[in-house]
């Protein structure tokens, strides 16, 4: 099936790109598709490919260098844009409460009296130690004051991640299903809307119909201070999860409609189709399939917006977690805990990359022989 | 299913079904998506001119209800709403603005240069782009700010920044289409400068995704960009700005919440504007149902990797 399709779109492509003109980007993927497909053709004996490393664990272990390098450099950034860059960290972080005696006392702290080699040096292998220093704003253990907020992020990350992803994917079938009906219609000028929302707006949003103005029925900001759990007091985990689903919803739905009406519309369902299939067997086992595989990687996006969209809701209701820990520590100029979160999150994002690559990758079957 | 017309994935032939039955509606709906952004930037730029007060004067008392000297009531510190949302805007407008056109021209060479030189020159920029991708936008901000401190130059450079390597993914992504083409082939054999060709044939022709990402960019700036403000990072107090004033107020919503309520509206019927224009030109121009850049994620997937 696929093959015939492949066959057809290369004479397809060419027509299309002559009288297109400017590059377009389905020409684009078509040719890149059907050039995957060709190239695939010719298959190899299976005791040939057998003794070749494993495409998949080949990618995996190339990414994962590449992320590890990735990190790396970042972890120089990092370091470079905290420590370096303004000429005297101690310096920024006293402000005007500025002394020669404070001041020694903080370089000596930050390791500013050493050369930048040795400053990066003795950073880095701190963080692989454990010894990761303390805060300088109240003198806390890196690790005590970062670990409760790390849980407590994750837990929101991933409730959201998966109420968003579940509820995109479930609305984005149905809105393909039923194409062009009210409901379509409905829920695609709202995804629409709804996708260009700043996070604190919709916060807001939800703060004023739920937790004040018009009705209070959830608190408004949690009390929970820092160094406790989230699940302590579910109540206050609603509308921060909340937020983040209205805000990730849109993109899962968009792409999942999209992919659903693709695969609806293609061959091996007209030909399911033609041989009789009853139309949910249709719908579950042959165009659902087909259509996740495309959207998750759009799920992945999301959990690596979600790393960067916590900062601003973490602080609009007083979530502790590392989000709202990031924007005190800025607030204060506490570098060693802004390294440490910032490091944190592009870590998470580099994973997070890797993970969903190789999902996509399982998820598309045509596309594991292909490199 | 309709017999497909050659010169057409049939995806994309479905997709054009819907848009091409009422052409007129959809002009329509362009121009009033068009119309709710520039009414914000309107008011955003005139509102200064025609504030009933000085944004920053203490006039009454503080989270005093709307009356008829003070139409949208005053602020945690007394001072008038109105005025404040009148004078809040401009500055935000200038540096989404400016932060936007610095990432996609940064975003913009470096794509091109990518894609049309190849090599170690692709390899290295791709490899920074990957760096500068390991940071959620507001973060990479963040990390600036913290040193620096909330400097609006910086923010705009911070923002820009940030925006620069997924333009240049998906402006690298359209070049290499663009390259393979005969004009530039014709042009190379008649030994015309590469920055040349960059310049002259492969620049004009990447005019509709740069003006897809241009809109896409304008709206993330202008969410980041007051996303900063109400963090307390971007113009300080006791500055009139949309985002600042959301923050300030929100204590006393239950007071005077159109103190909350305007600045939080315009912001969203802004973004809204933008993304929903935005996207009527990315199905106008690239006849694509998805944003550029999700295309090009799945699109590159395990074969993009030049390595």
Known sequence: ?371 | MTVAAPGKPPAAQARDTRTARHPWLTVLATAVRLCLASLVVLLAIIGPLVSPGTPTALVTFAFAKPSGHFPLGSDFLGRDVLARVLNGGWVLLIMAAAATAFGIIVGTAAGVSAAYRRGRADGLIMRTVDVILAFPQLVFALLLVSVIGPKLWLIVLAVGLSHAPQVARVIRSATLDITERDFVKVVELQRMRPSKVMAREILPNLISPLMVEAGLRLTYSIVIMSGLSFLGFGQQPPAANWGLMINENRIGLELNPWAVIVPAALIALLTIGTNTFTDAVARVTLGVDRLPEEAVLTDDLGLGRTT
């Open chain 1, 1 to 371: 099936m696929r093959a015939n399709l492949a066959g057809k779109w290369p004479t397809a492509e060419r027509g299309h790109r002559r009288d297109a003109g400017p590059h377009t980007i389905t020409a684009d993927r078509a040719r890149r598709e059907s050039a995957v497909a060709v190239a695939a053709a010719p298959a190899k004996p299976p005791a040939a490919r057998r003794l070749e490393a494993h495409p998949i664990a080949e990618l995996v272990a190339r990414r994962l260098a590449a992320g590890v390098l990735t990190l790396l450099v970042v972890s120089v950034v990092v370091f470079l844009a905290t420590q370096v860059l303004p000429g005297n960290a101690a310096y920024a972080v006293l402000g005007r409460s500025a002394n020669p005696v404070r001041l020694h006392a903080l370089e000596r702290q930050l390791h500013l009296d050493r050369g930048i080699f040795e400053q990066y040096w003795l950073w880095l292998s701190g963080l692989f130690t454990g010894r990761l220093g303390t805060s300088l704003a109240n003198g806390q253990s890196l690790w005590a004051l970062v670990q409760p907020r790390l849980v407590n992020s994750a837990v929101l990350v991933f409730v959201t991640g998966l109420i968003g992803s579940v509820a995109g994917v479930a609305l984005g079938a149905v809105a393909a299903l039923r194409k062009d009906s009210w409901f379509d219609h409905v829920t695609s000028v709202a995804a629409l809307a709804v996708t260009a929302l700043p996070e604190f707006v919709v916060a807001i949003a939800l703060i004023i119909l739920l937790a004040t103005v018009v009705a209070h029925l959830l608190p408004a900001v949690s009390l929970l201070p820092p160094g406790t759990y989230a699940w302590s007091q579910p109540k206050l985990l609603i509308l921060p999860v909340a937020t983040l689903v209205i805000v990730i919803v849109p993109y899962i739905f968009r792409m999942m409609r999209a992919a659903m009406i693709e695969a609806l519309e293609s061959d091996y369902v007209e030909m399911a189709r033609l041989k009789g299939v009853p139309e949910w067997q249709i719908v579950l086992a042959h165009a659902l399939p087909n259509a996740i595989a495309p959207t998750i990687q759009v799920i992945g996006l999301n959990f690596l917006y979600l790393a960067g969209g916590v900062v601003v809701v973490e602080f609009v209701f007083n979530f502790p977690g590392i989000g709202q820990g990031l924007v005190f520590a800025v607030q204060n100029r506490d570098i060693p805990v802004i390294q440490f979160i910032v490091l944190v999150l592009a870590a998470f994002y580099v994973v997070m990359n890797i993970v969903t690559d190789v999902i996509a990758l399982l998820a598309t079957p045509r596309r594991r022989i292909a490199r």
